[in-house]
């Protein structure tokens, strides 16, 4: 077995010319908390749409981010852009509370929201973030929600 010395992806060596430095938003990032909450009608119908925030396409999103769907007046749950309905979340209501599109070291820990989304690059700029209803509202009701995000 050969012993190794190896560093993260946060460590730049100074002395390879070729070497980049660490991404700024991984190495010193800032977290950035956005808090909100969504309201429909038990007469919302199928197709309806809610914006819930705007977020910078290169943040990365912390864990803590969740939505609280107990109260929510839909039975499925489908977050993601205004284009790509289920992008970032599609789950029944019945799975839980609370829920999170990103959990502690998982396949997306330390991507960018727009690696999150599916998107082929980053498009630059903000990406609104979208709750959409793919069936007419079961009741009235609302959704808290916590965006925790990393920028630079």
Not at 117 to 131: H, S, V
Request: glycine share 8%; hydrophobic share 45%; proline share 5%.
């Amino acid at each position: 077995m050969a012993v190794v010395k190896s560093t993260s992806d946060l460590i730049h060596d100074y002395f390879d010319m070729d070497a980049y430095p660490p991404d700024p938003v991984q190495a010193r990032g800032r977290l950035v908390i956005a808090t909100g909450i969504v309201a429909n009608l038990a007469t919302d119908s199928a197709l309806s749409q809610y914006h819930l925030v705007d977020l910078p396409s290169s943040c990365i999103l912390h864990p803590d981010t969740f939505f609280d769907v107990e109260n929510d007046g839909f039975a499925q749950i489908v977050i993601g852009t205004e284009s790509d309905t289920d992008a970032l979340v599609d789950v029944a209501k019945i799975n839980g509370n609370m829920i999170s599109p990103v959990a502690k070291g998982d396949a997306n820990h330390g991507k960018r929201l727009w690696e999150m989304l599916g998107l082929a690059a980053d498009p630059g700029g903000n990406i609104g973030i979208w709750k959409h209803a793919e069936a007419a509202a079961t009741a009235a009701g609302s959704m808290p929600f916590q965006i925790h995000y990393i920028t630079a």
